[in-house]
């Protein structure tokens, strides 16, 4: 194997990797044996014909994929060895040249590590939300909790706002049943706008042992093309209505609900203590966002696109995996939003890279206040994550292997640079002006440009 390396622009490198004819051909001889059992040639055996017959009959091309996988993981970690690479993202591969006759060259370009050009960061003042609790914030978790425990009690009166049915329904649509618009003894909650509008507020009034029907319309946003924007027809046989009878707010309830407390005066102030913290917790994180936004501007950075695009990809993703959460595909939430895939993607760039540069921000007041984390800041880690996977420290730091030992003793690291930037701020209770929106030249001009950047995210499929 031969190997050069090349210094590119955007602070990235590119390693042009050469795998000798002779391991090549060990390569796709190990690819044929990986895949000889789905080979049908005339006058053999499936999976008996040998390695020059099944290579003349179906051609080299056949084993390149398998081949370039048993060679590419090692030629590159190989490479990457030879020249003291450091690499800060996943690699692009690109198969240059290929061939039993003369082996496979190709390269490998990745980002490295960014450099920042730190800006200041020492008395900066920003917006840190205020972290008191109203009463009526106690008042409502109190309220919440009474909710959980509450009964659903028969009543004999017409459907109102609050209660639950129970009934029977069926949906048509120009008098044929559709898909999704049946159920018998379902529950519903009058008011939590589980069905579409007008179906809640259509039950209202009626009683018991009542059958109607709803004639209603599906809004034209409707995640179902069949039925966006459709008139139909709900029959409804409404079984039983129950009313919420929630239990009484007093020292006996408490007992029931909590360990610790044995007073409602007791349990109250416990709740206002976590709700502090709570919202201490996330006005430190606010404030912090607020600074490094500021910190983001005044650095300067040199930093490889390819970074930016592969956090295009896990934003989009991240979005994927909450509309499938809420029961939707991608392509449904974009054809909502009126946006293609493309364009989707181009607004990407922009949050994308902003989110980097805070990362990296912090990253660089880490090391230039020289940071690192204690073997107790560690230990604290490793404490926090197998609480929260229900596992006993020790057990879960048995399992634990030095990549990820690192990667919480680098989260340690992090927050006492957060910290750190808090106690040279100045917090103040001003919340930060929006910026003023974009001119549509401005706006055009933007669009054309992370277009031009999006084409190399395209290059590879994202996961939805």
């Known amino acids: 194997m031969a190997s050069n390396i090349e210094k590119l622009d955007h602070n990235e490198e590119k390693l042009t990797i050469q795998v000798s004819k002779e391991d090549f051909s060990q390569a796709m001889h190990k690819a044929y ?3 000889k059992q789905y080979f049908n040639i005339p006058g053999f055996r499936k999976g008996k014909a040998p390695f020059p017959i099944v290579l003349n009959y179906y051609g080299e091309s056949a084993f390149y994929e398998d081949a370039i996988d048993f060679v590419l993981d090692d030629a590159y970690k190989a490479a990457l060895k030879e020249h003291d690479a450091k690499p800060f993202s996943q690699p692009e591969i690109d198969v240059e040249e290929i061939g039993m006759d003369k082996g496979v060259t190709f390269t490998a370009r990745y980002a490295l590590k960014p450099v920042v050009k730190l800006g200041d960061y020492k008395g900066l003042k920003a917006y840190r939300p205020s972290v008191e609790v109203e009463e009526s914030e106690i008042d409502k978790q109190l309220d919440d909790k009474r909710l959980e425990l509450a009964r659903l009690v028969p009543v004999e009166r017409p459907v109102a706002e609050g209660d639950f049915v129970v009934m029977d329904y069926k949906g048509t649509k120009d008098g044929v049943a559709f898909d999704g618009g049946s159920a018998e003894d379902h529950t519903l909650e009058i008011g939590s706008g589980q069905f579409i509008p007008g179906f809640e507020d259509g039950l209202i009034g009626h009683s018991a042992g ?3 029907d709803l004639d209603l319309t599906f809004p034209e946003q409707y995640h179902s093309e069949d039925l966006a924007g459709q008139a139909v027809v709900f029959h409804v046989n409404l079984k039983e209505v129950k009313e ?8 006996e309830f408490i007992k029931d609900i909590s360990e610790d407390c044995d007073t409602v005066e ?9 709700l502090e913290e709570k919202r201490t917790t996330e006005a430190d994180r606010e404030f912090e966002e607020h600074l490094l936004d500021q910190i983001a501007k005044n650095s300067e950075y040199e930093m490889s696109h390819l970074l930016i695009h592969d956090e ?3 934003l989009f993703n991240q979005q994927a995996q909450m509309m499938m959460y809420y029961g939707m595909r991608m392509e449904d939430y974009l054809r ?12 990407l760039h922009e949050p994308a890279e902003h989110s980097l540069k805070k990362a990296y921000a912090l990253e660089a007041i880490a090391e230039a206040e020289g940071l690192e984390a204690t073997d107790e800041e560690i230990e604290t880690e490793i404490a926090n994550l197998a609480t929260a996977y229900g596992m ?8 634990m292997d030095e990549d990820q030992r690192q990667s919480l003793a680098d989260q340690a690291r992090l927050k006492k640079a957060a910290e750190i930037l808090r106690s040279y701020s100045e917090a103040t209770d001003e919340p930060p002006v929006e910026e003023e929106p ?18 190399d995210a395209e290059a590879e499929p994202v996961e939805e």
């Not at 919420?244 to 020292?251: A, E, F, G, I």
């Not at 007791?266 to 976590?274: I, P």
């Open 33 to 35: 044996n990986k895949n």
């Open 210 to 212: 009542e059958e109607f």
């Open 244 to 251: 919420r009878q929630l239990p009484d707010l007093d020292d």
């Open 266 to 274: 007791a349990y109250k102030a416990d709740l206002r203590k976590k």
């Open 312 to 314: 295009m990809h896990r």
């Open 336 to 347: 909502m939003m009126g946006m293609t895939r493309d364009q989707y993607m181009a607004s």
């Open 392 to 399: 006993e420290k020790d057990k879960f730091a048995e399992n």
């Open 438 to 455: 974009e001119t549509e030249a401005e706006e055009a001009e933007d669009q054309k440009v992370e277009n031009q950047e999006t084409q």
